[in-house]
């Protein structure tokens, strides 16, 4: 009865947030049903016949996620997925509610949801997941969390709390998520990749931003016969032995193709399927593994998960392409200083040298602290970016890691207005060419906001 | 005239866009036609105190302190402590600053025994306890001037009548979250909770350090001052974030 109340409740609230455009309405109702009815997330999603699948990490939660509703969609079976990314409890209990019937049915057969690192535990506890994937560990509003370690130990405890029929999804390439992931006592599955292409630096060495370089376990450097992205690839400490578990589905054959996606085979036992993604860059060959991986364990057929991920789009921001008046725009979350690395690998594939927009926000959604971008390797842009345009809340910080990355000022425009960014950095293009925009979360939406008020995309939260 | 770098640890201690110092005082030299030699000292390397005028250590979790802590006392104290008597610059930050206090107390597990360069002592509440995160502004009370930067540690740190604060704390928590210091001097040996890019926003702090390196061989040399428009604005920004100056 008091679900009831509670799904009526944050339905009224959902629908008031939306009228007053205060946003998607995604977080504020599942707090509210949490008050009115404690406990209605579990007795909701443990309503779903094809159970619970949690998708957690640093990088790559929203898109793995998206991919996961892909093949889950292609595989006949439809989920209630929080695809805003609101992804702490709350944006799970919100999404559960809004598919459910007023008298508390879920209106589908499985539950997706991407969790926030911190919040694993809890989700666990509430959701009974069948599925949990651990996608990887990085440096990433450590001044939410404190350190990197609390939050490893946060999901040794939350896998301790899983059911024991549910299976552990995670990756190999990451030291400290395998060293989770094959603790765990019950079914798992590991994967990574066995390759990565050439990117214009030695595959063997780590680059700056890389976290994880010494044995978790005695303490010595880890030895790499090949990094793929930050600290991840293939490991081994030569002290104690420690090494990369040879993953179960892996990705070879890699194929990037800039900011207009990729390719790779996947393996798994005797099986290989081909997939193919708009999504770009190899950050996001490591989702399609992941997601791959997960939907392997559910046992759904190779076929229908290479279809499921062909069909997947991009979600909001992460490779996402707009075009305004004949420009086209690609948006490339960058939150972390692995993740923009990569990002800017991708975009300086592109020729002739390109322009870029990149907006820098200090909310706490995007972590306060910015000195992240000082471990950014910026320095890539000195000489393969045309015209640098920096904006955000804290663009004075972006402009003047530019100039200490040896960027020459008549290269580099500051401009804190995101409309007039925008045009700016558009008024720089050559028939033909795009803008690349590296924002960071809130600076995303912020910009996007912008382009949404305009009518050149949709709301995010009706994506 | 040249400046002669020692980078500590630097993939060891480098939590939080800590390379952003080294850049700096790198690019700062050079822009002024000053030659600059970068040593890099891993762990179980010994260092020279008479091969470079600053060395710099930056911060880590626990985990890395623990790491870095016997080998600083055993493999590099010596020479660490040497070089500081003899007026070579020393820049510590966060974990890197607690370490070279005589105690760091983590939040479990023994205590890590410091360098004592630094006349300090650090204790962590415990894993309950509140981290002092956040924006940070400092004023030097001998200059005036600014510093602005971003904290986040655990361990709260007391300093003895050996060592003076870096300044006083005019927005954030600094030392300790109660008695407005932040940081501390001995000598020319500098430790900070302003952790991550403190140079690049704290020119002028960046500039003095070079200046009192370079001065330990060159002992006339100064640093004609240089462009910084792109650092006040950023300094500027940083402050207003927190509603400071």
């Known amino acids: 009865m008091r679900d009831v109340a509670a799904i009526a409740a944050a339905r009224l609230a959902a629908a008031a947030s939306r009228a007053v455009r205060a946003g998607g309405g995604t977080t504020l109702p599942g707090r509210l049903a949490a008050w009115v009815a404690p406990g209605i997330t579990g007795r909701l999603s443990g309503r779903l016949p094809g159970g619970v699948l949690l998708v957690s990490g640093t990088n790559g939660k929203t898109t793995t996620a998206r991919l996961l509703s892909g093949i889950l969609a292609a595989a006949g079976l439809r989920t209630i997925h929080n695809r805003a990314g609101a992804n702490l409890l709350s944006g799970i209990t919100a999404a559960l509610i809004e598919r459910s019937t007023p008298a508390g049915r879920p209106d589908g057969e499985v539950g997706l949801f991407e969790v926030d690192e911190f919040t694993l535990p809890g989700a666990v506890l509430a959701t009974r997941p069948r599925v949990v994937v651990l996608l990887n560990l990085f440096r990433d509003q450590l001044d939410r969390y404190g350190e990197i370690d609390i939050i490893a130990e946060r999901w040794r405890r939350a896998l301790a709390g899983l059911p024991p029929e549910a299976a552990v999804v995670y990756n190999a390439d990451d030291p400290m998520v395998a060293d989770v992931g094959r603790a765990h006592r019950g079914p798992a599955l590991s994967f990574g990749l066995e390759e990565a292409p050439a990117r214009g630096h030695d595959a063997r060495t780590l680059e700056h931003a890389a976290d994880a370089r010494y044995c978790y376990r005695c303490g010595r450097l880890y030895e790499y016969t090949l990094v793929t992205l930050g600290h991840m690839g293939h490991y081994r400490c030569p002290q104690c032995g420690t090494v990369r578990p040879a993953p179960q589905v892996r990705a070879r054959d890699i194929r990037l193709r800039g900011a207009d996606g990729s390719a790779a085979s996947v393996t798994f036992d005797a099986a290989s399927l081909a997939v193919d993604t708009v999504l770009p860059g190899l950050y996001n060959v490591y989702d399609v593994t992941a997601a791959a991986a997960a939907a392997l364990a559910l046992g759904i057929d190779p076929q229908v998960i290479a279809q499921g991920i062909a069909e997947t789009a991009p979600a909001f921001g992460r490779g996402e392409h707009v075009v305004i008046d004949g420009r086209e725009l690609v948006f490339l979350l960058a939150k972390n200083p692995a993740g923009f690395n990569e990002v800017l690998r991708t975009v300086l594939l592109a020729e002739p040298a390109p322009v870029v927009l990149v907006a820098i926000n200090d909310l706490a959604a995007d972590g306060r602290d910015i000195s992240w971008l000082w471990d950014v390797d910026f320095e890539m842009l000195r000489d393969r970016a045309r015209t640098v345009v920096v904006t955000g809340i804290r663009a004075d910080d972006m402009a003047l890691r530019l100039k200490y990355a040896g960027v020459p000022s008549e290269r580099v425009t500051l401009e804190h207005d995101g409309w007039r960014a925008l045009e700016q950095a558009r008024g720089a293009l050559r028939e033909g060419e795009r803008l690349y925009v590296l924002p960071t979360y809130t600076a995303m939406l912020r910009l996007r906001d912008l382009l949404a008020r305009k009518g050149y995309v949709s709301g995010f939260w009706k994506q | ?245």
């Open chain 2, 1 to 245: 005239m040249d400046l002669r770098i020692c980078h500590l640890y630097p993939d060891l201690l480098n939590l939080y866009g800590d390379r952003g110092n080294i850049v700096t005082l790198i690019r700062r030299a050079q822009w002024r036609g000053i030659g600059v030699r970068l040593i890099e000292a891993r762990l179980d390397d010994g260092i020279d105190p008479h091969a470079s005028d600053l060395y710099f250590i930056g911060g880590g979790e626990d985990r890395q302190q623990r790491l870095a802590a016997p080998d600083l006392r055993t493999v590099k104290g010596s020479a660490l402590r040497e070089a500081a008597e003899d007026g070579a610059v020393v820049l510590a930050v966060c974990g890197g600053y607690q370490l070279l206090g005589h105690v760091y107390r983590p939040s479990d597990g023994p205590d890590l025994e410091g360098l004592g360069l630094l006349d300090l002592a650090t204790v962590h509440p415990g894993p309950g306890a509140r981290r002092l995160i956040g924006n940070v502004v400092v004023r030097d009370p001998a200059s005036g001037q600014i510093l602005v930067g971003f904290e986040n540690h655990g361990g709260r740190t007391r300093l003895g009548s050996g060592a003076r604060p870096l300044g006083t704390v005019v927005a954030g928590f600094g030392n300790n979250g109660e008695d407005r210091t932040e940081g501390a001097v001995w000598k020319s040996v500098y430790g900070t909770y302003l952790h991550g890019p403190l140079l690049p926003k704290n020119a002028w702090f960046a500039d003095r350090l070079v200046e009192v390196a370079l001065r330990r061989r060159h002992r006339d040399a100064t640093l004609a001052p240089l462009p910084d428009e792109e650092e006040q604005r950023a300094a500027a920004a940083a402050a207003a974030r927190v509603g400071a100056r």
